[in-house]
């Protein structure tokens, strides 16, 4: 064996050691030349449900349905692989014989982690799936298994500390595949790779390599894959990740990151104090997830316990819907404020969404007049034998929003008995924290953005104050459009080209100061690498409707005609523009109207609406920019976004959320999200300090922002002085 090989071979030694000294592990043996290795050592299984009491007839069948649907490859592995999560987590149902009743036989003993019995097998060799691949995919041997019960629930692949944890996360990748072996992943959970450098990474099934995870728990053990695996594969607590923190949404088979389940276990240490409190995750790190998995735990711990979830508007209240119905829980959407009274005075649904106005009687985002009149008067019409039935927790999303005001004492006074728990993404102020900590309770978990960033749950952000005059004539932006414009083109015509575009510095700066906005977002549209390639997009804040029709009308004359959209609020109607005609030209609102209707074609604002987004996230380059005023910058989803550009004035929560729309996780070519300010929110420009937790975030304490923005030029030269250090080394 080389070298190499000897030294992966040691950590394997160490590592099977650490499973059995360390956690308790049995050892079943080296399972290289093992002819039949399935992911169901049934005889484990059997010995197992002996001792928990069932009979022969009824472990013989629920292991017989068990086998059956982990076998089935008629469907994707994704199908299968939820179909067997469910058998193992809510029980095979199985009659012992015609006629008699049906049985739930458990295959984990869930509430009683320690009497499982838990197991590994090193270098399991797995034939392929079907006999036309066996001859490529017998080789396929998983470094370590984890057996719970004879079921394989964990995978874990071994790497030198030279050779990139990623080679292990691809050999995974690998395996599931068709041409492999991809039946042995039907009953997986944790499907893991590491070495001793960088630690360990997990994922579940089909994760992407990008989204795999990295656990992060205080511990005194130096060896980071010592330290992950001791944590991550305990034996309890690896049973509580797979019960209480797996979520199959969507079509995407999803695991908890380490601040989700932090986060959820302090809620219910809060819950079971009868406190509330404030979860504060930043944006992008799963929130909606983390709200997923607390009310999840809340239906089945909890007697009689009913979920409302409150938002403060539309587009969030349908964002929560999505989620919710996404991965199998019927969430019901209060429609009235009379809906949400008659829905409360009910037992049923257990799970609830509604706009936070329904609780002023409004039906929509409107605001309410005086709140204590309503209170009075909303008591005064209450059915006579209204009470909120269940025992009510109240999730309240971007609690440092609307729901820490005057509208949170129409809640309280519907729901007296409620507990309250606030979400949000963003700090809060330094003027609302001391209101919002008496209306929820203290922070129960916080996750900031400078932590997401170092975890890799999202990315860094670059900021650019740019003066439009300056930036849009200079010189040497000037020649990498030229450049990117001209490339393949001969000598003769480059230099008539040339001379056509002498002039450019001199026509740029006489256009509009939104002419010259459009011009430089075009160019970088031409010379920035992701935005040329049409695998990232941009998105445009204008600071009215009308400005975002003038810019689209600009947009339409480029060669982003048709690639570009305006979504906001607006929806043009006939009434907008009566007795507008003036009989001398275009009014401002004739003009909107008319630009709007253009774009719209025949089609209604909504529709139009969940086209464009729907494009701008699956087809990146076939709609590189959408133009807003406010929709869109919260709670909008789009890992292709990749610059903002910032045409108003902003601050505080509202650029918070804006700014991270643009620190997803994409493809390796997306290093950064970046933020273009055309309005110089932070006073940045002509200036040698640049504190970005000044200006136009100076509302938040400086530590609940450090690190939010960093300069993007100043970064630049910095990476470029490291990549000559290195280069000199």
């Known amino acids: 064996m080389s070298n190499v090989g000897q030294i992966e071979k040691a950590t394997q030694q160490r590592v099977v050691k650490l499973f059995q000294e360390k956690l308790g592990y049995d050892y079943l043996g080296n399972k290289i030349d093992g002819v039949d290795n399935r992911n169901i050592n049934t005889n484990l299984a059997r010995s197992f449900l002996k001792k928990q009491g069932y009979d022969d007839a009824l472990i013989t069948k629920a292991l017989h349905q068990f086998s059956k649907v982990a076998g089935d490859q008629t469907k994707s592995l994704y199908d299968t692989n939820k179909a067997v999560y469910e058998l193992l987590r809510y029980g095979v149902k199985v009659k012992a014989e015609i006629g008699e009743n049906t049985q739930t036989v458990w295959l984990i003993d869930?509430?009683?982690?320690?009497?499982?019995?838990?197991?590994?097998?090193?270098?399991?060799?797995?034939?392929?799936?079907?006999?036309?691949?066996?001859?490529?995919?017998?080789?396929?041997?998983?470094?370590?298994?984890?057996?719970?019960?004879?079921?394989?629930?964990?995978?874990?692949?071994?790497?030198?500390?030279?050779?990139?944890?990623?080679?292990?996360?691809?050999?995974?990748?690998?395996?599931?595949?068709?041409?492999?072996?991809?039946?042995?992943?039907?009953?997986?959970?944790?499907?893991?790779?590491?070495?001793?450098?960088?630690?360990?990474?997990?994922?579940?099934?089909?994760?992407?390599?990008?989204?795999?995870?990295?656990?992060?728990?205080?511990?005194?053990?130096?060896?980071?894959?010592?330290?992950?695996?001791?944590?991550?594969?305990?034996?309890?607590?690896?049973?509580?990740?797979?019960?209480?923190?797996?979520?199959?949404?969507?079509?995407?088979?999803?695991?908890?990151?380490?601040?989700?389940?932090?986060?959820?276990?302090?809620?219910?240490?809060?819950?079971?104090?009868?406190?509330?409190?404030?979860?504060?995750?930043?944006?992008?790190?799963?929130?909606?997830?983390?709200?997923?998995?607390?009310?999840?735990?809340?239906?089945?711990?909890?007697?009689?316990?009913?979920?409302?979830?409150?938002?403060?508007?539309?587009?969030?209240?349908?964002?929560?819907?999505?989620?919710?119905?996404?991965?199998?829980?019927?969430?019901?959407?209060?429609?009235s404020g009379a809906d949400l009274i008659a829905t409360l005075n009910d037992t049923q649904p257990w799970l609830i969404a509604s706009l936070i106005h329904k609780f002023a009687g409004k039906?929509?985002?409107?605001?309410?007049?005086?709140?204590?009149?309503?209170?009075?008067?909303?008591?005064?019409?209450?059915?006579?034998?209204?009470?909120?039935?269940?025992?009510?927790?109240?999730?309240?999303?971007e609690c440092h929003r609307t729901q820490s005001g005057e509208l949170h004492k129409a809640m309280k006074a519907i729901l007296p008995n409620a507990l309250f728990i606030g979400f949000t993404g963003t700090p809060l102020l330094k003027a609302d924290k001391q209101k919002s900590i008496e209306v929820f309770g203290g922070y129960i978990h916080t996750y900031k953005f400078d932590e997401a960033v170092r975890d890799k749950v999202v990315l860094d952000l670059r900021y650019e104050a740019r003066d439009i005059d300056q930036s849009i004539t200079s010189t040497a932006k000037i020649d990498q459009w030229f450049d990117s414009k001209t490339r393949g083109l001969n000598d003769v015509a480059l230099a008539q080209l040339k001379k056509k575009w002498g002039s450019m510095q001199k026509v740029l700066s006489s256009k509009s100061r939104l002419e010259k906005i459009v011009a430089d977002i075009l160019m970088d549209m031409a010379i920035r690498d992701r935005l040329q390639s049409g695998r990232g997009n941009a998105m445009l804040v204008t600071s009215s409707v009308y400005e975002a029709c003038k810019c689209y009308e600009l947009f339409e004359h480029s060669e982003l005609a048709g690639k570009c959209a305006i979504v906001t609020s607006y929806a043009p109607s006939p009434a907008d523009i009566k007795g507008e005609e003036t009989g001398e030209g275009l009014t401002e609102r004739l003009r909107k109207y008319e630009i709007y209707n253009r774009m719209l074609g025949d089609q209604t604002a909504e529709a139009f609406e969940e086209a464009v987004k729907k494009k701008f996230i699956k087809e990146p380059g076939q709609m590189r920019l959408l133009i807003v005023v406010d929709k869109l910058l919260t709670g909008f989803d789009a890992p292709s976004a990749t610059y903002l550009y910032i045409d108003k004035q902003m601050r505080d929560h509202g650029l918070f959320q804006a700014i991270c729309r643009v620190n997803r996780l994409d493809g390796d070519d997306k290093e950064y999200g970046y933020i273009i300010d055309y309005k110089d929110l932070f006073k940045s420009l002509g200036t040698a300090i640049h504190d970005y937790t000044s200006g136009a975030l100076d509302a938040y304490d400086k530590d609940d922002v450090a690190g939010l923005l960093k300069d993007r030029l100043e970064m630049a030269k910095q990476r470029l002085e490291e990549a000559r250090e290195a280069i000199k080394a």
């Open 363 to 397: 039906d929509n985002e409107a605001q309410p007049g005086d709140i204590e009149e309503f209170i009075a008067e909303m008591k005064r019409n209450l059915p006579p034998d209204f009470k909120a039935r269940g025992d009510i927790y109240v999730f309240v999303d």
């Open 110 to 335: 869930w509430k009683h982690p320690l009497n499982n019995h838990f197991a590994i097998a090193e270098e399991v060799t797995v034939k392929g799936a079907d006999a036309k691949a066996a001859i490529k995919s017998f080789g396929k041997r998983p470094d370590v298994v984890i057996y719970v019960n004879g079921i394989a629930l964990g995978v874990l692949e071994l790497k030198r500390s030279t050779v990139s944890v990623a080679e292990g996360i691809r050999q995974n990748l690998d395996n599931q595949k068709k041409l492999f072996i991809q039946p042995f992943f039907t009953t997986l959970q944790l499907v893991m790779a590491g070495n001793d450098t960088e630690g360990l990474r997990y994922g579940t099934i089909e994760t992407p390599e990008k989204y795999y995870l990295t656990w992060k728990q205080d511990s005194t053990i130096e060896n980071l894959l010592d330290r992950h695996l001791t944590q991550l594969c305990n034996k309890t607590q690896l049973l509580e990740l797979i019960h209480n923190f797996v979520v199959f949404d969507a079509g995407v088979k999803k695991l908890c990151r380490h601040n989700q389940y932090f986060g959820v276990k302090a809620a219910q240490d809060h819950i079971k104090r009868r406190e509330g409190g404030i979860i504060w995750h930043t944006q992008g790190s799963g929130k909606s997830l983390t709200m997923v998995w607390l009310a999840k735990w809340l239906r089945e711990n909890v007697k009689d316990a009913r979920v409302v979830i409150i938002t403060d508007r539309t587009e969030l209240d349908k964002q929560i819907e999505t989620v919710f119905k996404g991965v199998d829980e019927d969430i019901y959407r209060t429609q």
